[in-house]
């Protein structure tokens, strides 16, 4: 008898062991979401003229000489930018330090003709290359005081005018110099 009711135990347990693991199923499903895309945005600065906005020979005390720049942003975001200059004394006779330079936005009057009036907003005035080449915003990381913001897929017309001082000497005749105006751009997104 003790085997019968052993026996019985035993099948009660097999049984109750079937019926708890039928018991633990569930229903599942899932689902995947594919095809995420990530792509990030460009800054992407260019002037026109893209070389020598400048080349004048023979100038005299009393001589100006006024040309208009394009700066572009082919990018799709905005941008801010800083323009700085360097500019040589090769010959030792400080052209640079003589030549006087004006930077404006286009022509309030006739924007249509850009910088035949000058009369825009002054945005620099100086030296050819500023006293410490920065001559418009700056090129530190961040929003920075007289920083240019550019719209994506935007340009802006810049008036640069050089003037040779009436009062300028003796030392300076038959001097040479070679300036060249750098335009460093960042995004303003998030920075």
Sequence with gaps: MISKVLASI??????????TL???AVFTDSAVLGTNTFATGTVDISTSPASALFSVSAMMPGDTTTQSLTVSNSGNAQLRYAISATATNADGQ???DQLALTIKTVDVTTPGTPCDDFDGTQIYTGDLDGT?????????????AGDRLLDASNNEVL???????????NAAQGAATVATFSFDAEQTANN
Excluded: E
Excluded at 10 to 15: P, Q
Excluded at 132 to 144: I, K, R
Excluded at 160 to 169: D, H, I, N, Q, Y
């Design 10 to 19: 035993f099948v009660l347990v097999m049984m109750g062991g079937a019926m």
């Design 22 to 24: 039928g018991s633990n």
């Design 94 to 96: 400080a052209l640079k």
């Design 132 to 144: 410490t080449g920065a001559l418009v915003g700056s090129s530190a990381q961040g929003a920075q």
């Design 159 to 169: 008036c640069f005018r050089v003037s040779l001082p009436l009062a300028t000497g």
